[in-house]
């Protein structure tokens, strides 16, 4: 069984949004590298990339300036990590 793990960008203005995935299912919102927390899933922190609702104040403004897509698909989406099982365990 393989499982592929991806993570998401978004580019705007001179700024890079990311969803990164932090292990345990759990994503960061990044900002330019710029931390503005980790989320349960990617879920939650695609919602609070595009409503500006994230959990550390972006320190360059708001994220409602940037126009991010309320689309995941209008991301780039690129891949982080694949696994495969070799054996049962």
């Known amino acids: 069984m393989k ?8 580019y705007s203005k ?3 949004i990311s969803l990164l995935p ?9 900002i330019n590298k710029e931390n ?10 695609f919602t609070a990339a595009v409503t500006d609702t994230t959990k550390v104040s972006w320190s360059m403004g708001t ?3 940037l126009n991010i897509p309320g689309d995941i ?13 070799l054996r049962p365990a």
Do not use: P
């Open 3 to 10: 499982t592929d793990i991806y993570f998401y960008s978004f």
């Open 14 to 16: 001179g700024n890079t």
């Open 22 to 30: 932090s292990g345990d299912g759990k994503y960061k919102l990044l």
């Open 36 to 45: 503005l927390g980790e989320y349960s899933n990617i879920e939650e922190a």
């Open 63 to 65: 994220l409602t300036d």
């Open 73 to 85: 698909e209008g991301w780039e989406k690129k891949l982080f990590a694949s696994f495969q099982r």
